[in-house]
């Protein structure tokens, strides 16, 4: 196998890994009501000795599920914008298509993941305290940004090193005068 070849495996594998994250974060949106009540149970039951050595973590669970039954009770189209929240992480995945299509010319989306993983941080630490976000929440959140740009910037390196092997060389008849 070419260098070439193996080069452009491994960034279709990392690829592949971030798009299947993608895709299994903005599918756990959709379910946030059940996956509330599933996390409480599991904090009063087999998982208890998380929810004593961290107990501010029951009480939130406790609050954002009891927040969500009443949404789901008297506002349910409230929970709409987490719908939205996850089509747009299914959509963002299927956007890296194209990289793992051909990396080299769409080389700009990851560009464009590294940026919204950045961004992560700035809306944490603004919208966080406006809605009332315990700030140890918000250090979770920003880790997906942190934990998120990790594998675009090895995917980038690694595009840069494949577009340098497959770049044409120019001879000196060749060059424009």
Excluded at 62 to 77: C, I, K, N, Q, S
Aim: hydrophobic share 55%; charged share 15%.
């Amino acid at each position: 196998m070419s260098e070439t070849r193996a080069l452009l495996r491994r960034i279709r594998v990392w690829l592949v890994v971030f798009i299947v994250c993608l895709v299994l974060s903005g599918a756990t949106a959709f379910p946030l009501v059940t996956e509330l009540h599933l996390a409480e149970d599991a904090l009063k039951g087999w998982a208890s000795p998380v929810a004593d050595a961290f107990p501010g973590l029951q009480e939130w669970i406790t609050r954002v599920r009891t927040g969500l039954d009443t949404a789901d009770e008297h506002y349910p189209f409230l929970l709409y914008g987490t719908d939205w929240l996850a089509f747009a992480h299914l959509v963002i995945a299927v956007a890296f298509y194209g990289p793992y299509r051909d990396p080299v010319r769409n080389i700009w989306v990851i560009d464009f993941g590294m940026i919204a993983c950045a961004g992560i941080i700035p809306l944490a630490l603004i919208c966080g305290p406006i809605r009332g976000i315990p700030f140890w929440w918000s250090v979770i959140d920003m880790s997906f940004g942190v934990f998120g740009v990790i594998p675009l910037l090895v995917v980038r390196r690694m595009i840069k090193r494949l577009e340098a092997l497959t770049a044409p060389v120019l001879s000196a008849r060749t060059l424009p005068v």
